[in-house]
């Protein structure tokens, strides 16, 4: 990643944008290049320099922000981090935001305890890197209001950035193990991917326990849409919440998620506690309870993101047995978190999104976790039929 990202803020509030500013230039990997209190301000700001990323509110004068991500991402796809209190709310336009094509959603800063600020600034600074790292799909072009040009939102003459991206075609492997449970963790990119597996899933899916990073509160709308979108069953973690075949329990933001035994099954631990590897909650939290508590009878899944945060624990699971599947490079927005298991040695099979819900349907339904199997390596290489 060689040279500093540009960065563009667009926000009506000027504390805002100079809090912000000193935030992004206190990191050695980022520039902030221009500041905008509008989209109209911002569009013209882009014609004269286009940026590597925009840090984008959602409620501004004039045009919210909403409806300059849908045009930008049509007209002019350039990597978007959401900056809002919509966030700290879990509110449905922050989670719009995410399918509209902005790459991450993160709370705007407030005055707090030390602690607290350099947690802000860490989490800030490093969606904005990992924006900048993105391989962004364009969007399809939204209905346009007659009352506003386009062409004055998104100038032509600025220069496009991102080409379409090539589909992947799908492919898969049984390891002759059926999981008790299934771990999965995603970061950047992660909201898309999730919702792409989720719904190739159905109800003999194994239990499934999820740590995407999140703002607190977001989960639970995230959550809730997931629900009416797929098959199987979704919701907010909560503490002591048992592990059901047919069920995704997503980690709730700004908590730490476990996995316990309980009987003859497995049981959430939800709690507070300092950031691992600068998230909270963290995938190598969840994964290292899962090596811990369910062992060979656990299938890993690691997907996009930005970082290492699921490495380790990826690796200690697959030392007590657990079969790991990574999201290659091809379909990842940003292929570090899977890169670093992979790297460290923790990844039983590689395979691209649209691969990895059938091997976890395959897995789900051989039976042989409840009695213990241990997952055959020799079988990684068959294709799924």
Same mark, same amino acid.
């Given at each position: 990643?060689?040279?500093?990202? !540009?960065?563009?803020?667009?926000?009506?509030?000027?504390?805002?944008?100079a809090?912000?500013?000193?935030?992004?230039?206190?990191?050695?990997?980022?520039?902030?290049v221009?500041?905008?209190?509008?989209?109209?301000?911002?569009?013209?700001?882009?014609?004269?320099?286009?940026?590597?990323?925009?840090?984008?509110?959602?409620?501004?004068?004039?045009?919210? !922000?909403?409806?300059f991500?849908?045009?930008?991402?049509?007209?002019?796809?350039?990597?978007?981090?959401?900056?809002?209190?919509?966030?700290?709310?879990?509110?449905?336009?922050?989670?719009?935001?995410?399918?509209?094509? &902005?790459?991450?959603?993160i /709370?705007?800063?407030?005055?707090?305890?030390?602690?607290?600020?350099?947690?802000?600034?860490?989490?800030?600074?490093?969606? +904005?890197?990992?924006?900048?790292?993105?391989n962004?799909?364009?969007?399809?072009?939204?209905?346009?209001?007659?009352?506003?040009?386009?062409?004055?939102?998104?100038?032509?003459?600025?220069?496009?950035?991102?080409?379409?991206?090539?589909?992947?075609?799908?492919?898969? &492997?049984?390891?002759?193990?059926?999981?008790?449970?299934?771990?999965?963790?995603?970061?950047?990119?992660?909201?898309?991917?999730?919702?792409?597996?989720?719904?190739?899933?159905?109800?003999?899916?194994?239990?499934?326990?999820?740590?995407?990073?999140?703002?607190?509160?977001?989960?639970?709308?995230?959550?809730?849409?997931?629900?009416?979108?797929?098959?199987?069953?979704?919701?907010?973690?909560?503490?002591?919440?048992?592990?059901?075949? !047919?069920l995704?329990?997503?980690?709730?933001?700004?908590?730490?998620?476990?996995?316990?035994?309980?009987?003859?099954?497995?049981?959430?631990?939800?709690?507070?506690?300092?950031?691992?590897?600068?998230?909270?909650?963290?995938?190598?939290?969840?994964?290292?309870?899962? /090596?811990?508590?369910?062992?060979?009878?656990?299938?890993?899944?690691?997907?996009?993101?930005?970082?290492?945060?699921?490495?380790?624990?990826?690796?200690?699971?697959?030392?007590?047995?657990?079969?790991?599947?990574?999201?290659?490079?091809?379909?990842? +927005? +940003?292929?570090?978190?899977?890169?670093? /298991?992979?790297?460290?040695?923790?990844?039983?099979?590689?395979?691209?999104?649209?691969?990895? /819900?059938?091997?976890?349907?395959?897995?789900?339904?051989e !039976?042989?976790?409840?009695?213990?199997?241990?997952?055959?390596?020799?079988?990684?290489?068959?294709?799924?039929?």
């Open positions: 990643m060689p040279g500093k990202r !540009g960065v563009l803020i667009v926000d009506d509030s000027a504390t805002v944008r809090t912000l500013t000193e935030l992004l230039n206190s990191d050695e990997r980022l520039e902030v221009a500041v905008a209190g509008d989209p109209y301000i911002a569009a013209a700001k882009i014609e004269k320099r286009v940026p590597d990323v925009i840090v984008l509110d959602l409620e501004m004068p004039r045009m919210d !922000g909403l409806t991500l849908k045009r930008l991402m049509a007209q002019h796809p350039i990597p978007v981090v959401i900056c809002s209190s919509a966030a700290e709310k879990g509110s449905a336009k922050a989670f719009e935001a995410l399918e509209a094509g &902005a790459i991450e959603v /709370a705007k800063p407030r005055i707090g305890t030390k602690q607290y600020l350099e947690e802000t600034r860490a989490t800030l600074c490093d969606a +904005v890197v990992a924006a900048s790292l993105a962004l799909r364009p969007r399809r072009q939204p209905a346009v209001s007659p009352k506003l040009n386009a062409d004055v939102i998104i100038p032509k003459s600025a220069p496009r950035r991102f080409a379409a991206r090539q589909p992947v075609a799908s492919n898969g &492997a049984s390891s002759g193990l059926a999981p008790g449970l299934i771990a999965i963790g995603a970061s950047t990119g992660g909201t898309e991917a999730l919702l792409t597996l989720l719904q190739e899933l159905t109800g003999e899916a194994a239990g499934i326990v999820i740590v995407q990073h999140m703002p607190e509160g977001f989960t639970q709308a995230f959550a809730n849409r997931l629900n009416q979108l797929c098959e199987i069953a979704i919701r907010e973690a909560k503490d002591g919440d048992t592990i059901e075949p !047919g995704a329990l997503i980690a709730p933001g700004n908590w730490h998620t476990l996995v316990r035994v309980k009987g003859s099954g497995y049981a959430l631990e939800v709690k507070p506690g300092p950031q691992v590897c600068r998230h909270r909650p963290s995938v190598d939290v969840l994964f290292r309870s899962v /090596a811990q508590s369910a062992g060979p009878k656990a299938v890993g899944v690691i997907l996009t993101g930005m970082g290492d945060d699921g490495a380790e624990g990826m690796l200690e699971m697959k030392q007590a047995g657990a079969y790991n599947i990574a999201q290659d490079e091809a379909s990842c +927005v +940003v292929f570090g978190m899977p890169n670093q /298991a992979i790297k460290r040695g923790g990844v039983d099979k590689t395979l691209p999104l649209n691969g990895i /819900a059938p091997l976890l349907m395959k897995l789900s339904s !039976g042989m976790a409840r009695s213990g199997a241990r997952p055959n390596r020799e079988m990684a290489s068959l294709p799924v039929s």
